[in-house]
């Protein structure tokens, strides 16, 4: 009886060994698949990222577009700055020139202005 038990114990634990085997494969075709689909994701996350990227050079690049542009009209605007104080200072004199000229002049300035001669006709 022993021999009977050692083959039906041998039998029972190569069927067992075949049930794992046939378990694990499942268990690694299950894995393969899931695997494929994680490289499926990361494969459009590579893509996506990617894309980031090229959309982060294109806001870089227009970014330092602006800057440039800021710069230019900073500059324009200074020299605006500088044209506006010196119309205002030539508004200054004017004004300065105008009220002179709006004044009655000294009776001084009368007697020692030379007088014009007159035209002559031809």
Not at 20 to 33: P, Q, T, Y
Not at 88 to 106: G, N
């Amino acid at each position: 009886m022993p021999d009977v038990t050692l083959k039906t114990l041998s039998l029972q634990l190569v069927e067992f060994g075949k049930d794992v085997d046939g378990r694990l494969d499942s268990m690694d075709e299950r894995f393969g698949a899931m695997d494929k689909r994680f490289d499926a994701i990361d494969q459009r996350f590579d893509t996506m990222d990617q894309r980031f990227d090229a959309m982060d050079r294109r806001f870089a690049a227009m970014d330092q577009r602006f800057d440039g542009i800021g710069q230019r009209f900073g500059a324009m605007d200074q020299r605006f700055d500088g044209v506006d104080r010196r119309l205002e200072r030539i508004e200054t004199k004017i004004d300065q020139l105008a009220e002179v000229r709006s004044r009655p002049p000294s009776p001084r300035l009368r007697r020692a202005s030379p007088r014009r001669a007159p035209a002559r006709r031809k």
